[in-house]
């Protein structure tokens, strides 16, 4: 599993920036990055887009593809993905997006799914499903994990 460190130290060493669009974390993942010396070189910032409303406003997701897709689904974590990297103009954009329970959100998902998107320089994008088990916290604190992890081997890749 790559730290917080590890990932700091790779941005900086390769002049890399990440902007993150985090919903259920909801800016766990900006703030473990920022209590890290150097963050500010890498880090552009987060949108917390924990509704449907935020990630229309902040990252320009049109309502009608988070009703189409939802908001917890592999589409709605890429175009957050991309909207963050396009809005901050940084190499690398990082999304997630899921529900951390205790209740779901009407979509018939279960609680602990959660999607991570990841917009790449070049303009790929990829995003991976997980499925969490545990509190709300533990939900939100493994998938904040796996983010860096999926972000880590992106760059070192």
């Known amino acids: 599993m790559a730290d917080q460190a590890a990932l700091v130290a790779l941005f900086r060493a390769q002049s890399l920036h990440l902007a993150l669009a985090e919903s259920c974390t909801g800016g766990l993942i900006a703030a473990g990055l920022a209590a890290i010396p150097g963050a500010s070189e890498v880090l552009w910032g987060s949108f917390v887009t924990y509704t449907a409303g935020a990630k229309v406003t902040m990252l320009g997701i049109e309502p009608d593809f988070i ?35 205790p209740g779901g959100d009407g979509s018939g998902l279960p609680v602990g799914t959660v999607w991570i998107g990841l917009a790449l320089p070049g303009g790929g994008a990829e995003a991976r499903r997980f499925q969490y088990t545990g509190e709300r916290n533990d939900i939100r604190g493994a998938a904040a994990s796996d983010a860096i992890d999926i972000l880590f081997g992106a760059a070192v890749s």
């Open 67 to 101: 009703a189409r897709h939802g908001a917890v689904s592999e589409e709605t974590a890429l175009a957050m993905a991309r909207g963050a990297k396009e809005k901050s103009g940084a190499e690398y954009g990082l999304s997630v997006t899921g529900l951390a329970g």
